[in-house]
């Protein structure tokens, strides 16, 4: 059955979800599927249609985009194809625009990716990269998420250990402040000290730490996320000390994470979803205050442990205690700067 909508009327700018057409997306090989191809086997297509259908749940007013490899161009230089994302999304973003699927704007910013690894000679394919987005493209992601243990990623297993301590990727992450672009990070929790150091070479540029930095609890990290609670609470905490970092919080459903409530059966009602996230989610709002935080469908991602409605509405519930403003700061306000979106 499902839920109650909670609070309603409180504004909602989404500030990370996908898009795509998987329909040839690989599993994860000869073996057994990877939980995270099990996650989102319902949502092989997640276009338009799929993401009203959600976000007209709550009073979702508008949405970020970000990257995840989809309509790449099929030809010309291999640095280039990315681009073919970007006018893919600036296209959907200009169907909610015109105003016929009501007052939600989906797509008002687009993150997309480019090879940092480029160094210096990255700077043209940004620059497309911002032709390509009508006005609405924001920042890069480039994700440096690794594990030794490869059954933790599973089919996402794409790049080596220490991206972003990398010579080349720190050149071409220069080039993002001159273009006024954000990055968003992705990596696990045993890699934060990455980004820790990072953010601290680079003090002046804005940096977006998502899912609150990955807990894990699957593969050879079952089971563990009490006795790694406290590594990962000291480095957020660090984290938040460089001022330009700014956290996405959610991405707790994924199947990285491993919490009780991931593929189970019946679906966990939003009461477990928000005691299980709680802990983490307090702790960053702690470390950054809510005007550093914001909330994050990751849909259709997170789509494994939950509906987008219920997925609010936990979030709703751990923001139950929290001013009017500070959750105008977490649910809008903050993805709203960050972002620097017109909608």
């Not at 794409?158 to 990398?166: F, K, P, S, T």
């Not at 205050?289 to 509906?307: L, Q």
Request: hydrophobic fraction near 40%; glycine fraction near 10%; aromatic fraction near 10%.
């Amino acid at each position: 059955m499902a839920e109650a909508i909670l609070d309603p009327d409180l504004p909602i700018v989404d500030p990370h979800h996908h898009l795509w057409d998987h329909r040839n997306y690989p599993t994860a090989g000869g073996g057994p599927e990877h939980p995270f191809m099990t996650a989102i086997a319902d949502a092989r297509r997640y276009l338009l249609d799929e993401l009203i259908a959600d976000a007209s749940t709550h009073n979702v007013r508008a949405t970020v985009f970000v990257e995840c490899g989809a309509f790449y161009k099929a030809d010309g230089p291999l640095e280039m194809r990315g681009i073919g994302e970007t006018e893919f999304v600036n296209g959907v973003a200009a169907m909610s625009a015109s105003g016929i699927y009501g007052d939600f704007r989906a797509c008002a910013g687009i993150v997309s990716r480019a090879d940092l690894l480029l160094g210096d000679v990255v700077t043209p394919v940004l620059e497309a990269h911002v032709r390509a987005g009508g006005g609405r493209f924001r920042g890069i992601r480039n994700s440096a998420s690794f594990n030794e243990d490869k059954d933790v990623l599973g089919p996402l297993n794409r790049v080596e250990a220490g991206l972003y301590h990398d010579g080349k990727f720190r050149e071409g992450f220069a080039r993002l402040g001159p273009l006024g672009l954000t990055f968003d990070a992705w990596l696990l929790e045993p890699q934060l000290p990455d980004v820790i150091d990072l953010a601290r070479a680079f003090p002046d540029q804005t940096i977006i730490l998502d899912h609150v930095g990955t807990p894990l609890g699957r593969a050879s990290y079952e089971g563990r996320l009490p006795e790694r609670f406290g590594v990962w609470r000291d480095n957020i905490r660090q984290l938040a000390k460089s001022p330009k970092v700014v956290v996405k919080l959610g991405g707790l459903a994924m199947a990285f994470c491993n919490f009780p409530s991931f593929l189970s059966e019946p679906r966990a009602p939003s009461e477990q979803l928000a005691a299980e996230w709680a802990p983490y989610i307090e702790t960053c709002i702690e470390a950054f205050e809510p005007k550093r935080c914001m909330f994050e469908s990751n849909f259709p991602v997170d789509m494994g442990a939950c509906s987008y409605a219920t997925l609010w509405n936990a979030f709703k519930r751990i923001a139950s205690g929290y001013s009017a403003d500070e959750k105008t700061a977490l649910f809008s306000g903050t993805a709203t700067k960050t972002y620097r979106l017109e909608f």
